[in-house]
């Protein structure tokens, strides 16, 4: 089903909620409230200065039913995985405070949250550790008219509880609009690994929320192949203490491509670690952004936080915006962050020609290398492998390089 | 072999090489020795094609073709191998499937099928147990986390894989101790024959005592001031580059 009219993003939104538990009622007035507040981002929003949104914001869709994302693995006893459109008529009280992001939606967050119609709610009970991973592919409409889906995941690990949650937004061209919106939440020593793939996934953005409890570990793979336009914001809230994550991702940019990561690490509680690297590639005239922010609150003593980003450049079109930082209001703290921007080491890669090897070669060689670092952290083989291929498959003389590592 | 002809090169704009002549015969070993700053590494990486070292005069031929026409991988297919000072770490790559990839890329050039992996294993396994290179670090990411020595075994573990006519051996000896200097000079040692020629770079006299030298050279400033045989090298490390320097100042 495909609502006739197309509209604006912000023309779509409705005056009034009248359907569901009215805990969700309020929630989406408030987001549509702060939304016809704020309005949608504009270059001059500083979180959204790099990425041209103007385009989306001004554009008209449709809004396309559903947004609920296939599952493509079983669902391993012990795990449930629901339609979050049923759980909302069913027994609404079990999602109460779960889809608030946190507190007050902004953007295209708000967005999501007022108008998504469906989605899915993975549980995973205490002391249920989930060996076999879940895989979600977010299939992209085919419709020649421009669509717009709200897709909403939530997932919640009880104490001690293990996931792999491996999601792929696949192939989809330039008039398809997917908002995402994944919210995790962490209890006590729960361990969760994260593989999110974006395959030249047309218009895309996206949110992953996370918020850890005491001792809970979470782990962020991902892999950005090519996408018209891609906004990706990550961010936990480590709430409670000794809780780490690791946040890794790559991307690979080229043509007119422009792909955009945020990060947003907070610890909030002390003990807590967090580790991100992010490493990227931008070729042709494509445009690659990085920013990523630790912010380390007054009690979060003894708080180990690192960040770092990479980025080859290898067309003089091309261009990498970078920005690591870090806000830091305690004393006890360890935390390191850095960025770099340039081209092959030719140190490398004239030991790699001084040994024979032709110098385009030498260069697909350095390039794959640069990247496969992250992409072996893909914490699925079928899914790493995949990547891999995809990677060689968009790299000159892809195929003269496998088995490179 | 190799025949330098008048060889002058600079590095941003900075005369390094000032007119270097030298001939090497296939079967023969020489040694290149000069203090630091003589241009000893120039030297080799000239010869090896490294961008940046800019020939401004002279000519190099290679089993009597211009050398410094070629690309550095061609030069490598045509069989001149360099062993690096400081062989670069490459995370990603690794060393194994990097070997593979120039035996091939080699073997290629030289209108000969590439190797499968079955017999590459066979040679790779026979050539490393030559300078005593484990398995897990011939597996490893290319000099990665590799102590100097290790480095520099893996240099000529390379060397006996791609089995060169012409070796330019650049301070091979830096940075070992006596063990693993044994260890290197006996794997240079064995690659040694009639068909095969080397250059030895080398600012102290030790490793000539287990790479003994046909000729030595010695390179100060730029230019070659001596050349003599294996007893060179003896009296240089006695007497010092300053007291040749001086002896020679008119």
């Not at chain 1, 952004?289 to 690192?306: C, L, P, S, W």
């Not at chain 1, 004393?331 to 110098?359: N, W």
């Amino acid at each position: 089903m495909t609502d006739a009219t197309p509209q604006t993003l912000l023309g779509s939104l409705p005056t009034s909620f009248d359907a569901g538990p009215e805990w969700l009622r309020a929630l989406r007035g408030r987001a549509a409230e702060a939304l016809r507040e704020q309005g949608l981002p504009t270059k001059k929003t500083e979180a959204w200065r790099f990425t041209p949104v103007r385009s989306v914001v001004d554009a008209e869709f449709s809004q396309e039913d559903g947004g609920v994302p296939s599952l493509v693995s079983l669902v391993p006893d012990g795990v449930t995985a629901r339609s979050l459109r049923q759980v909302l008529k069913a027994q609404p009280e079990l999602l109460e405070g779960r889809l608030d992001l946190g507190g007050a939606p902004t953007h295209f967050a708000a967005l999501n949250t007022a108008l998504f119609t469906d989605g899915l709610w993975i549980d995973v009970p205490a002391g249920v550790a989930i060996q076999e991973p879940i895989e979600l592919v977010h299939a992209i409409s085919t419709s020649p008219e421009p669509g717009v889906v709200y897709p909403r995941v939530l997932v919640t690990l009880g104490d001690h509880a293990e996931l792999t949650l491996v999601e792929t937004y696949a192939s989809g061209d330039a008039r398809q609009l997917t908002n995402s919106v994944v919210e995790v939440a962490l209890d006590r020593n729960a361990k969760m690994s994260h593989v999110r793939v974006h395959e030249n996934a047309g218009l895309q953005v996206g949110r992953v929320d996370v918020r850890q409890d005491t001792d809970s570990g979470y782990r962020s793979t991902v892999v950005t192949l090519g996408g018209a336009l891609l906004r990706f914001d990550v961010r936990c809230l480590l709430q409670g203490k000794g809780a780490e994550c690791q946040l890794d991702g790559a991307y690979l940019v080229e043509g007119e491509d422009h792909v955009d990561h945020h990060t947003r690490v907070e610890h909030q509680a002390s003990h807590c670690r967090s580790e991100q690297t992010y490493r990227g590639i931008a070729a042709g005239k494509a445009t690659a952004v990085f920013d990523g922010i630790v912010v380390v609150h007054r009690d979060a003593q003894k708080t180990e936080a690192h960040q770092e980003n990479r980025n080859l450049l290898l067309s003089e079109m091309a261009t990498v915006h970078t920005k690591p930082h870090l806000e830091i209001d305690a004393d006890d703290v360890i935390c390191s962050h850095g960025a770099t921007v340039g081209s092959l080491d030719e140190d490398q890669l004239f030991y790699l020609r001084a040994r024979g090897i032709p110098k385009d070669l030498a260069h697909s060689i350095l390039t794959y290398a640069f990247l496969e670092s992250v992409v072996d952290r893909v914490d699925h083989e079928p899914t790493r492998q995949r990547m891999r291929e995809a990677l060689l498959a968009r790299i000159p003389h892809g195929d003269d390089i496998r088995g490179i590592t | 072999m190799l025949k330098i002809e008048d060889l002058h090169a600079e590095v941003d704009g900075k005369p390094i090489l000032k007119g270097i002549n030298l001939e090497i015969e296939a079967g023969q070993v020489h040694a290149v020795m000069g203090p630091n700053g003589s241009g000893k590494s120039t030297l080799a990486y000239v010869l090896a094609g490294r961008d940046g070292y800019e020939v401004t005069k002279g000519r190099v031929f290679y089993k009597g073709k211009d050398l410094l026409e070629m690309p550095p991988e061609v030069r490598a297919a045509e069989g001149v191998f360099l062993g690096f000072q400081y062989p670069v770490a490459i995370p990603g790559v690794s060393n194994i499937y990097f070997l593979k990839a120039a035996l091939n890329a080699i073997r290629k050039h030289r209108g000969e099928e590439p190797l499968d992996a079955i017999d590459f294993m066979k040679l790779s396994k026979e050539k490393a147990a030559l300078v005593q290179l484990s398995d897990e670090l011939t597996k490893r990411s290319v000099n990665d986390g590799f102590s100097g020595g290790e480095k520099k075994r893996n240099e000529i573990f390379q060397m006996a894989v791609l089995e060169p006519s012409l070796a330019v051996l650049d301070e091979t000896d830096s940075g070992l101790d006596i063990d693993a200097l044994r260890v290197v000079a006996e794997g240079v040692n064995s690659l040694r024959g009639p068909e095969r020629a080397m250059l030895v770079i080398t600012h102290y006299q030790r490793l000539l005592d287990y790479i003994v030298p046909d000729v030595v050279h010695v390179l100060i400033d730029g230019q070659i001031v001596r050349t003599g045989g294996k007893d060179l090298a003896k009296q240089l490390e006695q007497e010092g580059y300053t007291e040749v320097q001086d002896a020679l100042q008119p």
